[in-house]
């Protein structure tokens, strides 16, 4: 076969660099979600509080959100193969100088500008991805690389609780530094030069919102959903060690249970969001609704809050796959255009659903915290119920033909 790159390489090839960009979106993920697992060590050895401390998400949130829409257009005319292996070289080194920092200042400072990084990789992953294969397989290649948000929070996040617990969180970050590492040789062997081939200029990425209602809509109902799950999540560790006096291989049970329930729901709406992105949104909207509330009334006993995190975990999977093929398929014509703004509301709103929660927790206790994951997904799944039927029949309609727009610039 020949690539769309317009260079000769095995199929086998391929599928090895759909599992390479796989692995990166893994070890991307794991390193902005660590401190969630690690937040109460962290805290103690960089003596902060836990909401001071949970500004390690926050800072990497803003610089991915609020830098991608730019450095994607800066870079429209960077060979994406290139521009992935810097991103894995930022990551690396600042795993590393997270690992060795002797003070929190010099954590925040390194996690500010690996953010940047994290925010690029998100808006060009995929559609690398689907690039690398031939055109039939494109939804596959992408269903695969968003699989790496499953394994990431079932293996990732609680491994790196196992480990912090056996040995040390700065050891943790220097393992995940030697992963960084492993990841951006293999992206050396495996993936093929990929210019940039739909990637558009500031000026127009901003402009998209304007001109496109579906995308705007399907924006503003990601913020509210993002701000009120991670503001939650960020939190669930001191949660369930103040409501159940967790030890942290019980943490580290739950978090995998969690990612398991993630993976079900990721696995579920691959077959229900052909049918109905709306619908499909709407269902683990109102299971994460339903579990934060369900973690509220019984999560005080171990029983109740693995059945609260199961049905968390699971909800939060439909709604995830969800949000990018509602993307997808409002803007398919620019995809890396929208999935940089995509990127810049999701990862914004992380970190200020952090900053938020970290206020909440430190002035009202870390229970008002999850009343604040309660009145903010309600809030995304109302104004997702209230959007014109018609902006979501735009999006619905649209969703099985937007693979194969993306792949015809």
Same mark, same amino acid.
């Given at each position: ?109 390194? !996690? ?86 739909? #990637? ?10 304007? !001109? ?33 006096? #967790? ?25 229900? =969001? ?35 995190? =199961? ?7 439909? =709604? ?53 994951? =309660? ?35």
């Amino acid at each position: 076969m020949v690539a769309r790159t317009g260079r000769p390489h095995s199929l086998l090839r391929a599928w090895l660099g759909v599992a390479v960009i796989t692995a990166s979106l893994f070890t991307f993920l794991t390193t902005e979600l660590m401190p969630v697992g690690l937040l109460t060590p962290l805290s103690t050895s960089l003596d902060v509080p836990v909401g001071v401390a949970a500004l390690m998400v926050t800072l990497y949130g803003v610089s991915a959100g609020l830098g991608v829409t730019f450095i994607v257009a800066w870079t429209r005319r960077v060979d994406r193969r290139v521009l992935l292996s810097t991103l894995l070289a930022v990551l690396t080194l600042g795993n590393l100088v997270t690992a060795v920092a002797p003070n929190f200042a010099l954590v925040l400072t390194t !996690r500010l500008v690996m953010g940047f990084a994290s925010g690029v990789f998100w808006a060009i992953g995929v559609s690398m991805a689907m690039r690398l294969v031939p055109e039939r397989h494109a939804s596959r290649a992408s269903a695969i690389v968003m699989s790496g948000i499953s394994i990431a929070t079932v293996v990732g996040i609680p491994l790196g609780t196992v480990l912090e617990d056996l040995t040390s969180w700065r050891t943790t970050f220097l393992i995940w530094s030697g992963l960084s590492l492993l990841v951006f040789a293999a992206v050396a062997a495996t993936v093929p030069s990929l210019p940039s081939d739909n #990637a558009v200029s500031v000026r127009e990425v901003f402009g998209l919102p304007l !001109r496109n209602a579906p995308l705007r809509s399907v924006l503003f109902i990601v913020v509210l959903f993002v701000l009120g799950h991670f503001g939650a999540y960020t939190f669930v560790r001191p949660y369930l060690e103040d409501s159940t006096s #967790a030890t942290p291989l019980f943490i580290t049970v739950v978090l995998i249970i969690f990612g398991i329930g993630g993976a079900v729901g990721n696995f579920a709406a691959g077959f229900t =969001v052909n049918k109905s992105l709306r619908g499909s949104f709407a269902a683990g909207c109102t299971g994460l609704v339903a579990s934060l509330l369900l973690l509220l009334a019984i999560g005080d006993g171990k029983a109740g809050a693995i059945a609260a995190l =199961v049905l968390w975990g699971l909800s939060f999977g439909v =709604v995830q796959l969800s949000q990018v093929n509602m993307t997808l398929a409002a803007a398919p014509e620019t995809f890396e255009a929208a999935m940089s703004l995509n990127t810049m509301a999701y990862n914004t709103s992380i970190a200020l659903g952090a900053l938020f929660g970290g206020q909440l927790a430190d002035n009202l206790g870390v229970t008002s915290v999850v009343w604040f994951g =309660v009145a903010l997904t309600a809030g995304s799944l109302l104004l997702m119920l209230g959007t014109g039927r018609r902006a979501s029949g735009a999006v619905a309609h649209d969703a099985s033909a937007a693979p194969s727009a993306l792949l015809k610039d």
